[in-house]
């Protein structure tokens, strides 16, 4: 896929013109969301053509993509994070105290 950084901002952002892969419109723009600020999204503007108007670079990347490019995105997403974490996310812990032999108090 092919970009070229275009004048105008979308919602402040710098922005990308390419092309659509699902209706190969050549006005598609690829910038980051307005709502998460995070995360990049492909906007396409072809409202008769097009399925998917709105992707994610995750859906993208699954429906688009290589198993070359799922392997590396997966791997840049998920960092390590400490020696015991080992794809950067922490599971909700037990908050509840056990008390072992309630006689021994």
Sequence with gaps: MSAKEIKWTCAGETAWE???????CKRAVLTTDVKTKSAFVLLC???KHCTKRKMYLKELIDLYGTSDMRKNYFKKTTQKVGNDNKYG???????KN???NPYSI
């Design 18 to 24: 390419v092309t659509c892969p699902t209706c190969s």
């Design 98 to 100: 056990k008390i072992l």
């Design 45 to 47: 503007p072809d409202k």
């Design 89 to 95: 996310w922490f599971p909700i812990k037990y908050r």
